[in-house]
């Protein structure tokens, strides 16, 4: 039976006041709530880092075009259409990797278009931000089923960043995978990479699992390379922030690396993300704008300096790794084996 604690997770919550975030700047040490009732503060909580995950900040932007219609609506009565492009812009730009921030938006905007000009549109977007977050969920619980099938345990898997409720709508996509294998018998350890320079693993993934009762060692980013060489390590399962058409996948810096030590020690990749985050647009991962990040992230540690004053620091958030890296990739609308264009057509669905 699939243990179910996580469930009391959640990282965006809708209220009438605003959208209810788990701030996971403060993990684990405190579990802290930020309520974001604007458009401007939605987007400043995705920026900085309050909500973070693709599916996440997706649901999050979503519940802010709610914010902003209303603020719009309030304002300008029929004019509000007009006036809310540039809220949809602001929280476009709030990070640019993850392409289900777009997407999001992008369902938001079709329905807006769609509406009159003359009705309060609140209802009717609140309605379509909580579908949003709900087939999230959905597919994230069969993502964990279709990458459950392909681990023959018990085996012990490697995952990188976070990927689990804190990063979506609920449930995980990669640790949602291992969330599903634990239950039935398939996993029985997970290590996690601690996730230089934001911690995510060390902070959250270590957290989401041990709530789980799921064993998880946690390594420094440059152990990964040498467990894998150790043979005791059958699967490397991550996320995916944004995958082109052939395949080639964009995840938290890093990933490109574990990429290339899972295939030198003939260890298998698993990219577990919904079809939200693939950019048909793009055919290959050549084109996915990579977010730079502050480079105090990377001077400090723990709100300490590490480096001396006037070093200078390269913080791109994420990678790309190319699609002959990877083993599968597994969506909510099926698996893709060996990814390629033509394959990857096949989710077209
Ligand atoms: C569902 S999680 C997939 C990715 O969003 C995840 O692996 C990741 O890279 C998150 O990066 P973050 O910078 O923490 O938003």
């Known amino acids: 039976m699939l243990n179910t604690k996580h469930d009391r997770i959640r990282a965006v919550v809708w209220t009438e006041r605003g959208v209810r975030l788990l701030d996971q700047r403060r993990l684990p040490q405190e579990e802290t709530y930020w309520t974001a009732t604007c458009a401007f503060e939605v987007a400043e909580a995705i920026t900085k880092m309050v909500v973070r995950g693709a599916p996440a900040i997706g649901i999050a932007a979503a519940y802010g075009v709610v914010l902003a219609a209303r603020a719009r609506f309030a304002e300008a009565n029929s004019n509000w259409k007009a006036l809310i492009k540039t809220d949809l812009q602001d929280l476009e730009a709030a990070r640019p990797t993850a392409v289900n921030l777009a997407w999001a938006l992008k369902r938001m905007a079709a329905l807006i278009n769609g509406l009159p000009s003359d009705v309060d549109p609140e209802n009717a977007l609140l309605a379509e931000a909580q579908r949003i977050h709900e087939e999230d969920i959905a597919a994230n619980r069969r993502m964990g089923e279709l990458g459950a099938a392909l681990i023959e345990g018990p085996a012990k898997v490697l995952t990188h960043c976070n990927t689990g409720s804190l990063a979506t709508g609920g449930f995980g996509t990669a640790l949602g995978v291992i969330r599903y294998a634990y239950s039935e018998g398939q996993i029985n350890e997970v290590f996690a990479d601690e996730t230089r320079p934001w911690l995510q693993g060390a902070r959250l993934t270590a957290w989401e699992l041990l709530q789980d009762g799921i064993p998880v060692v946690l390594i420094a980013d440059s152990v990964a390379p040498y467990l894998l060489g150790q043979g005791q390590i059958q699967w490397v399962i991550i996320g995916a922030d944004r995958i082109a058409a052939n395949g080639?996948?964009?995840n938290k810096i890093g990933s490109y690396g574990l990429a290339v030590a899972a295939r030198h020690h003939r260890v298998r990749f698993m990219v577990v993300a919904p079809t939200s985050t693939i950019d048909w647009n793009l055919p290959d991962g050549m084109g996915i704008p990579i977010e730079q990040r502050p480079p105090e992230e990377v001077l400090t540690l723990a709100g300490?300096?590490?480096?001396?004053?006037?070093?200078?620091?390269?913080?791109?958030?994420?990678?790309?790794?190319?699609?002959?890296?990877?083993?599968?990739?597994?969506?909510?609308?099926?698996?893709?084996?060996?990814?390629?264009?033509?394959?990857?057509?096949t989710l077209q669905v």
């Open 304 to 345: 300490k300096e590490i480096a001396i004053s006037g070093t200078k620091a390269y913080n791109p958030a994420f990678d790309v790794t190319p699609a002959h890296l990877i083993d599968v990739i597994v969506t909510e609308k099926g698996v893709v084996h060996q990814p390629s264009s033509e394959r990857m057509k």
């Open 248 to 250: 080639d996948i964009a």
